[in-house]
C-alpha cells in the first residue's frame, strides 16, 4: 500500500533562517506530487506541483521553492524565511482521481 | 478563474442532528468534486467523490449531490456524531487541468453530547 511522509511535524524558526522541508513517498512510482499551504482561517492554497523529476511548476509567487531529486521525494525550501511563511504545510501525492495528504508539517516563523 | 465557497464556514449542532454542508464553484467545467474531512493538526482524508457525470454519491451516514449546472454541491450527514467534528473541505479538479484540485475555505463543523 502506499504512504506518504512528512518530517519534520512541527518547526519553529526565526525570520530570515532558510527552511527545508521533506516528503517522501512509498509505495507508487512516477506519481505526481504537490505542496499546500493551509494559513490560519484560509483554506488550501496549492504552492508546487510536479509531474516528474526535475520538473516543478509554481502556483503563486512567493519566498519558497520546490525540489524534486528523486521520483518520490519532494522538497519544499526557503532562504530566508518571512513571518508570513506561517502554516500547515501539506504534501499529497495524485492517485486516480483523487489526492492522497500527509500528516502535515507546522512551521511558526517568530 | 475557479473559485470555491463553503458556507457557513462554522457549525455546531447537537448530536443527532442531520446537517447540510454547503459548497459552490463559479466554473462548471469541472472534472469531478471531491469532500475531504480534516481533523485539527492532521492532513487530509478523502471522503466521496463525485464525477461530473454524476448527481450524488453516498458513503455510510454520507451523502453528497452535485449540480453542475447551478454550481452546487451538498453533503449531508445524517444523525450526526461528536466523532464527526472536524473540518470539512470541498475540492473541485477542472476538466481542463485535471493535475491539480481547488479548495473551498472548508467549513469547521462541531457536534456535542
Known amino acids: 500500500s502506499q504512504t506518504i511522509h512528512q518530517w519534520p511535524a512541527t518547526l519553529v524558526q526565526p525570520v530570515g533562517s532558510p527552511l527545508s522541508l521533506e516528503c517522501t513517498v512509498e509505495?507508487?512510482?512516477?506519481?505526481?506530487l504537490y505542496w499546500y499551504r493551509q494559513a490560519a482561517g484560509r483554506g488550501l492554497q496549492l504552492l508546487f506541483y510536479?509531474?516528474?523529476?526535475?520538473?516543478i511548476s509554481s502556483e503563486v509567487p512567493q519566498n519558497l521553492s520546490a525540489s524534486r531529486p528523486q521520483d518520490r521525494q519532494f522538497i519544499l525550501s526557503s532562504k530566508k524565511l518571512l513571518l508570513s511563511d506561517s502554516g500547515f504545510y501539506l504534501c499529497?501525492?495524485?492517485?486516480?482521481?483523487?489526492?492522497?495528504f500527509g500528516p502535515g508539517t507546522r512551521l511558526t516563523v517568530l | 478563474k475557479q473559485e470555491v465557497t463553503q458556507i457557513p464556514a462554522a457549525l455546531s449542532v447537537p448530536e443527532g442532528e442531520n446537517l447540510v454542508l454547503n459548497c459552490s464553484f463559479t466554473?462548471?467545467?469541472?472534472?469531478?468534486l471531491q469532500w475531504f474531512r480534516q481533523d485539527p493538526g492532521k492532513g487530509l482524508t478523502s471522503l466521496l467523490l463525485?464525477?461530473?457525470?454524476?448527481r450524488e454519491q453516498t458513503s455510510g451516514r454520507l451523502n453528497a449531490s452535485l449540480d453542475k449546472s447551478s454550481g452546487r454541491s451538498t453533503l449531508y450527514i445524517a444523525a450526526s456524531q461528536p466523532g464527526d467534528s472536524a473540518t470539512y473541505l470541498c475540492?473541485?479538479?477542472?476538466?481542463?487541468?485535471?493535475?491539480?484540485?481547488?479548495f473551498g475555505t472548508g467549513t469547521r463543523l462541531q457536534v456535542f453530547p
Open positions: 463525485i464525477q461530473s457525470s454524476q
Open positions: 509505495g507508487t512510482s512516477n506519481p505526481n
Open positions: 466554473d462548471s467545467a469541472i472534472y469531478n
Open positions: 499529497a501525492w495524485s492517485g486516480t482521481d483523487t489526492q492522497y
Open positions: 510536479s509531474v516528474g523529476i526535475g520538473q
Open positions: 475540492a473541485v479538479t477542472l476538466s481542463y487541468n485535471t493535475d491539480k484540485l481547488i
